[in-house]
């Protein structure tokens, strides 16, 4: 596993994301009441980058056309088709600052 640097905890909010390129990778990153999550930044619907979407708890939607995920399994919470899984990744916490492994 390599670590990626995402940024200090303070700069991410509560409910909001953030993206980084991790090992050629997009991966979306969310504060859920201080709780630090990520998965893939891209749809798999269409394409979409998932930061520029809403974060509501868990419940991340996708700016495009609605498609709700589960930021803490990158699961599909709701979708009008069935599609494909996103990968989540472990987020880590040292000394306040994050970092993401893939």
Do not use: R
């Not at 050629?24 to 798999?44: L, Y």
């Not at 709701?78 to 989540?88: A, G, I, R, V």
């Amino acid at each position: 596993m390599t670590k990626f640097l995402v940024g200090d905890i303070s700069d991410l909010e509560d409910g909001k994301l953030i993206n980084i390129t991790a090992g050629g990778k997009e991966i979306v990153v969310g504060n859920v009441d201080g709780i630090f999550f990520a998965m893939d930044n891209i749809c798999s619907h269409a394409g979409a980058e998932l930061h520029e979407g809403t974060l509501n708890g868990k419940e991340l939607k996708c700016p495009w056309h609605g498609a709700k995920w589960d930021i803490t399994t990158g699961n599909l919470i709701w979708f009008p088709q069935n599609l494909q899984k996103l990968e989540s990744y472990k987020v880590v916490i040292e000394d306040n600052i994050l970092y993401v492994e893939t």
